[in-house]
C-alpha cells in the first residue's frame, strides 16, 4: 500500500515504528508458529509425535519457509485464520506436516502468541513509565524549594513548591508501573489446553504438554482456560492502560493551566527560530505536546470498554472478542508509548518561570497564609472557629490596597493575641515552601531507590 493510501494515523502520524513494529503482520505471524514450533518440539519430547516431524516443523519455521502472501492465499479460500497458517506450515514440513497442530485448537495458538505480543508491550510500556518518572523526580529535586501558590478549584490556597508538585506527579507514574509489574504474572498467560480447555487432545500428557510449551515460550500457563484465555486478563491490563493514560492527561493539563497567558509559570520547549504556533497569529506559542497527550489520552481511556464487555462471551467462548482485539490493543499500546515519550519530552525540557511564581504568591499580599495565621491564633486560646471568621472577614475587605498583614495588624483581636513580628513571620511562605521542599526530599529519596530496582 502507497503512502497515500493510509487510512490510520496511527501508519503514519502517531506512535514510534519499533513500537508500531510490535504488531506487524510479519511479527504476529512469527508468534503464532513459533507457538506451533513449541508444540511440536514438546509432543515430540513426549513421543506423541515423531521426533523426525517435530525437527521438520521447527526447520520450516526456522527457515522463514512460511509466508505471508501464501497464508493470505490459504485464508481467502477456507475463511480460518489459523487453519491458514497451519495449512501453509504443512506444506512447508513435508512429511512432519501431517503432525502440525495436533491435539490443539485455534485459540491454543492465538491466545498463547496474544500473550507474547502483550508482554513485549508490557516491557516497552515499563521502560515508559521508568524514563518519565526519572525525568519528574529529577524536576521535583531541582526545583524542592521554588515557591509557588498552591490552586484549589482554580483559586490560590496555600503555598508549596514546585518541585513538590513534580514530586506528587513522579509518585503516580510509579505506583502506574506497580500495577504493572503486578500484573504482568497474570497477562503473560498462554494455554495449550484444546477445545474447551480442558487438555483432553493431549491425553495423559496435557500437563507436561503445556507446561513445556510455555516454558518455552517464555509464559505460563492459564490454570482455568475456557476454549480460550480468561478475558479478565485483557480488561485488567487495557483498564491499567486507561488508568495510566488518565495520568498522562492529569500533568499535560498541568502544563496547559500553568502555561495560560495570565499564569505563564512554565511553558513547553519553543524552538523560536522555526516552529510556528498559529497560522494566523504570529505571537502564539502553544503547548502543542501537551493538547496531543490530552487528546491522545482521552482514545486510550475509550479503548477500555469493549475488553470489559469481552469478559461476557457465550459459554466456553464466541467470536465476539477478536475483531475489536485486533484494534483496541494495537492502538491503546501505541498510543499510550506514544503520549508517555511526548511527556517525557514536555519535563525534560520544560521551562519553569520561579520569578513568575514567586509574583503570583506575592500578588496574594499574605492571604494564601490565613491557615498558619488561624492556627497561631488557636494555640493562642482563640476558639478556630472564631480566628476561621475573622481572618475570612480580613481578607473579604474593600481592596484599599492594604496586605492582609497590615490588616491583621491593626485587628484588636489578632493584635491583643500577636506581634507584628509575629504576623510578619505567619504570613511569610517560608514554613510552607520549608515543609514542601523536606517532603519532597522524602519522597525523591525513596522513589530513586525503586527506580533503579
Request: charged share 25%; with cysteine.
Amino acid at each position: 500500500m502507497a503512502d497515500d493510501d493510509l487510512i490510520c494515523p496511527l501508519e503514519f502520524r502517531y506512535g514510534r515504528p519499533p513500537v508500531r513494529a510490535l504488531f506487524s503482520r510479519d511479527a504476529r505471524l512469527a508468534r503464532a508458529l513459533s507457538v506451533e514450533g513449541a508444540l511440536a518440539t514438546a509432543e515430540a519430547e513426549c513421543g506423541m509425535i515423531p521426533a523426525p516431524a517435530a525437527r521438520a516443523i521447527e526447520q520450516a519455521i526456522a527457515d522463514h519457509a512460511v509466508t505471508l502472501e501464501r497464508v493470505d492465499e490459504l485464508e481467502r479460500s477456507l475463511r480460518h485464520d489459523v487453519m491458514a497458517i497451519t495449512r501453509a506450515l504443512a506444506e512447508q514440513s513435508g512429511e512432519g506436516g501431517a503432525w502440525v497442530h495436533f491435539g490443539a485448537t485455534s485459540a491454543d495458538i492465538t491466545d498463547t502468541a496474544l500473550a507474547m505480543e502483550l508482554k513485549e508491550a508490557a516491557g516497552v510500556l515499563r521502560v515508559d513509565l521508568t524514563d518519565l518518572a526519572v525525568t519528574l523526580v529529577d524536576l521535583a529535586e531541582r526545583h524542592r524549594a521554588t515557591a509557588e501558590v498552591g490552586r484549589t478549584h482554580g483559586q490560590h490556597a496555600v503555598p508549596l513548591s514546585f518541585g513538590y508538585k513534580m514530586a506528587a506527579a513522579a509518585a503516580e507514574i510509579v505506583r502506574h508501573r506497580q500495577r504493572l509489574d503486578e500484573l504482568l504474572p497474570r497477562l503473560a498467560v498462554g494455554k495449550m489446553a484444546g477445545a474447551v480447555g480442558t487438555g483432553a487432545g493431549f491425553g495423559d500428557h496435557a500437563v507436561i504438554v503445556e507446561r513445556s510449551v510455555m516454558e518455552r515460550l517464555g509464559l505460563t500457563p492459564d490454570e482455568a482456560p475456557t476454549q480460550i484465555v480468561g478475558r479478565d486478563r485483557i480488561a485488567e491490563f487495557t483498564n491499567f492502560m486507561a488508568l495510566t493514560a488518565s495520568t498522562g492527561e492529569r500533568l499535560a493539563t498541568e502544563v496547559r493551566n500553568l502555561q495560560r497567558t495570565e499564569i505563564a509559570e512554565v511553558a513547553e520547549a519553543f524552538d523560536e527560530a522555526r516552529q510556528v504556533g498559529s497560522s494566523t497569529m504570529a505571537q502564539k506559542r502553544n503547548p502543542m505536546l501537551s493538547e496531543n497527550v490530552t487528546s491522545l489520552a482521552r482514545l486510550v481511556r475509550a479503548f477500555a470498554l469493549p475488553p470489559l464487555e469481552n469478559m461476557v462471551l457465550w459459554h466456553e467462548r464466541d467470536l465476539a472478542n477478536p475483531a475489536n482485539e485486533r484494534i483496541v490493543l494495537p492502538h491503546s499500546i501505541v498510543l499510550l508509548d506514544d503520549l508517555l515519550v511526548k511527556l517525557v519530552q514536555v519535563f525534560q525540557h520544560l521551562e519553569v518561570d520561579a520569578e513568575r511564581m514567586a509574583g503570583h504568591l506575592a500578588l496574594a499580599g499574605g492571604s494564601t497564609m490565613t491557615e498558619n495565621l488561624m492556627l497561631a491564633l488557636t494555640a493562642k486560646g482563640v476558639p478556630r472557629a472564631e480566628a476561621h471568621e475573622r481572618l475570612r472577614k480580613l481578607t473579604r475587605g474593600p481592596s484599599d490596597g492594604t496586605s492582609l498583614a497590615e490588616r491583621a495588624r491593626t485587628d484588636p483581636v489578632v493584635s491583643h493575641h500577636l506581634t507584628a513580628v509575629e504576623i510578619d513571620a505567619l504570613l511569610s511562605p517560608e514554613v510552607y515552601v520549608r515543609a514542601a521542599a523536606d517532603k519532597t526530599d522524602r519522597i525523591v529519596r525513596r522513589l530513586r531507590a525503586e527506580l533503579v530496582a
